[in-house]
């Protein structure tokens, strides 16, 4: 606190002086008008406004490094700046724009515990990196945030880096890892989502997005990029309540997608927030998606694929409660795949789909594979619906789907039936078939096989498969969990290692 006063305080002061010194600069003139003939007054005059553009260029300056293969870290930018960095300790302000150039490395270590960015541009064209174990907090404030571009950099590391009050963090063409940094209250003043990247795969690893008006990561339609998005928490983004999902993804590369292990909460009851969409609206390349061991609630919606030629691996994940739209037309499905041709593609396997206003929804043109006879689809997808009416699976297509060996709720075909929208209601629509199916009483097909517990290691939350009496130990042997369960549960326990009993068989599940 005494350092974010200490910079409002300086930026008061800076106001303050520029006030004065323009007051000083229009007296100046009133005299030289009434005093042309005065030299000394004409002198005087002369060299106030040449000190008033100094001070204008002054503000307006930036530092950039000469690109000639240098390392520099903060303390290095201290003595070479020329006041473009200055430090009060392990606190380092960053005074106006700092562009690191091609060849050169900006790094961040143990010598640095703060860096107030206020108002700045921080722009690297080569590379930075992180080698502090202590997390290092980046901040702007709530009226100037910072904002930060990688462009064309390799090598970029960020580790245990605190970003709060920026306008966003553009990636272009640029070979960055972000791991295990948080990401508070941005605004999208100068990107649409806190990380927004175009035309490379960036990693977003075990990192926390918090309360940003935008998106948490997003691509463009018009680039290609295959992020790699491992085991992050997001909640309650895009507080700004536009018309995106936390998670907004352009046409992928070459390389997978991969979203795998996160959690997506937005739990605020005002907003009407997207979990993940993925689109390719313009046919660019074949875009190729991973989607595993998600959380996925409270939402507007779960999951949206749309476009041409993607093709996606739908898995262990939860997609619960995404019902917060007011109008059920305008969304809430935990999945949606909306094709504009056959090239649509998703194999959907294990997951939990439950508490939405539309389970599944297929629209136009697709090629969806939610289990076959030769291999089972294993989801549960029940209790979806919206004005009274269960909508569990709705395809809006004359495409057909195979649905077979799904949990739907219920061990009657009849009532399985009356929540599937398909041909048997329009013959114009494609046909379901979800016979066989799951007998949700005896659970015979599940219990036949293994008894498993995913993912492992887990990210705070983990699934257990199976049915039989289920007890949770923790290390010390003590009783957290004693209950029956029958199928499929979702477990949220601190750090640590357990023990996971289903019966007279015990697996070790380790939660990081």
């Known amino acids: 606190m005494d350092t974010l006063f200490k910079t409002y305080g300086r930026l008061l002061a800076d106001t303050r002086f520029l006030c004065g010194f323009l007051a000083c600069c229009i007296e100046e003139i009133r005299?030289?008008?009434?005093?042309?003939?005065?030299?000394?007054?004409?002198?005087?005059?002369?060299?106030?406004?040449?000190?008033?553009?100094?001070?204008?260029?002054?503000?307006?300056?930036?530092?950039?490094?000469?690109?000639?293969?240098?390392?520099?870290?903060?303390?290095?930018?201290?003595?070479?700046?020329?006041?473009?960095?200055?430090?009060?300790?392990?606190?380092?302000?960053?005074?106006?724009?700092?562009?690191?150039?091609?060849?050169?490395?900006?790094?961040?270590?143990?010598?640095?515990?703060?860096?107030?960015?206020?108002?700045?541009?921080?722009?690297?064209?080569?590379?930075?990196?992180c080698t502090n174990a202590a997390r290092v907090g980046i901040y702007g404030s709530m009226t100037q945030q910072f904002s930060m571009r990688f462009e064309n950099a390799t090598d970029c590391?960020?580790?245990?880096?605190?970003?709060?009050?920026?306008?966003?963090?553009?990636?272009?063409?640029?070979?960055?890892?972000?791991?295990?940094?948080?990401?508070?209250?941005?605004?999208?003043?100068?990107?649409?989502?806190?990380?927004?990247?175009?035309?490379?795969?960036?990693?977003?690893?075990?990192?926390?997005?918090?309360?940003?008006?935008?998106?948490?990561?997003?691509?463009p339609a018009n680039g290609q990029g295959s992020p790699r998005i491992f085991n992050n928490v997001l909640e309650e983004n895009v507080t700004s309540d536009i018309n995106s999902p936390q998670i907004n993804l352009g046409p992928g590369a070459e390389d997978?997608?991969?979203?795998?292990?996160?959690?997506?909460?937005?739990d605020w009851a005002?907003?009407?927030?997207?979990?993940?969409?993925?689109?390719?609206?313009?046919?660019?390349?074949?875009?190729?998606?991973?989607?595993?061991?998600?959380?996925?609630?409270n939402g507007r919606?779960?999951?949206?694929?749309?476009?041409?030629?993607?093709?996606?691996?739908?898995?262990?994940?939860?997609?619960?409660?995404?019902h917060f739209e007011d109008n059920p037309m305008n969304g809430g499905s935990g999945i949606s795949i909306y094709g504009m041709d056959g090239n649509n593609k998703a194999v959907i396997r294990n997951n939990v789909i439950t508490g939405n206003l539309w389970g599944i929804t297929a629209i136009n043109a697709f090629d969806i594979d939610l289990g076959t006879e030769d291999d089972w689809g294993y989801n549960q997808i029940h209790d979806n619906g919206n004005g009274g009416v269960?909508?569990?699976?709705?395809?809006?297509?004359?495409?057909?789907?195979?649905?077979?060996?799904?949990?739907?709720?219920?061990?009657?075909?009849?009532?399985?039936?009356?929540?599937?929208?398909?041909?048997?209601?329009?013959?114009s629509l494609g046909l379901v078939t979800?016979?066989?199916?799951?007998?949700?009483?005896?659970?015979?097909?599940?219990?036949?096989?293994?008894?498993?517990?995913?993912?492992?290691?887990?990210?705070?939350?983990?699934?257990?498969?199976?049915?039989?009496?289920?007890?949770?130990?923790n290390a010390l042997g003590q009783i957290l969990i004693n209950h029956e369960i029958d199928g499929k549960e979702s477990i949220a326990l601190p750090q640590g290692l357990y023990f996971v009993r289903l019966d007279d068989v015990t697996r070790k599940v380790i939660v990081e």
């Open 434 to 473: 979800f016979v066989p199916f799951v007998d949700v009483d005896g659970m015979n097909e599940v219990s036949a096989k293994a008894f498993e517990v995913w993912p492992n290691p887990a990210h705070g939350r983990f699934m257990v498969e199976g049915k039989g009496k289920m007890t949770i130990m």
């Open 301 to 322: 919606y779960g999951y949206n694929q749309q476009g041409l030629t993607i093709s996606s691996i739908i898995e262990r994940n939860q997609f619960v409660d995404n």
């Open 390 to 427: 269960i909508y569990d699976l709705y395809n809006n297509s004359t495409c057909d789907i195979m649905a077979v060996g799904n949990n739907w709720g219920t061990s009657n075909s009849h009532i399985i039936e009356e929540h599937i929208v398909h041909q048997n209601d329009d013959p």
């Open 157 to 219: 590391q960020l580790k245990t880096l605190y970003f709060s009050d920026g306008c966003g963090i553009k990636v272009i063409e640029s070979d960055v890892d972000f791991i295990d940094c948080k990401f508070v209250y941005f605004t999208r003043d100068y990107a649409n989502a806190v990380i927004d990247f175009m035309n490379c795969n960036p990693t977003i690893e075990d990192c926390y997005f918090l309360r940003n008006e935008g998106a948490a990561i997003s691509s």
């Open 270 to 297: 005002t907003h009407r927030v997207g979990g993940i969409s993925i689109a390719d609206l313009m046919g660019t390349g074949a875009t190729k998606v991973l989607l595993k061991d998600n959380v996925i609630i």
């Open 256 to 266: 997978t997608i991969y979203i795998v292990g996160n959690e997506i909460d937005d």
């Open 31 to 129: 005299i030289f008008a009434d005093s042309l003939k005065n030299s000394q007054k004409m002198k005087k005059t002369t060299l106030i406004f040449a000190l008033f553009l100094g001070f204008v260029s002054m503000m307006n300056a930036q530092w950039v490094s000469p690109g000639n293969g240098t390392t520099y870290t903060l303390p290095d930018l201290v003595s070479v700046s020329n006041g473009a960095v200055t430090n009060e300790g392990t606190v380092f302000s960053f005074n106006s724009d700092i562009t690191i150039s091609a060849n050169d490395v900006l790094k961040i270590d143990n010598q640095v515990t703060r860096i107030d960015a206020v108002g700045v541009l921080i722009t690297i064209n080569g590379s930075m990196v």
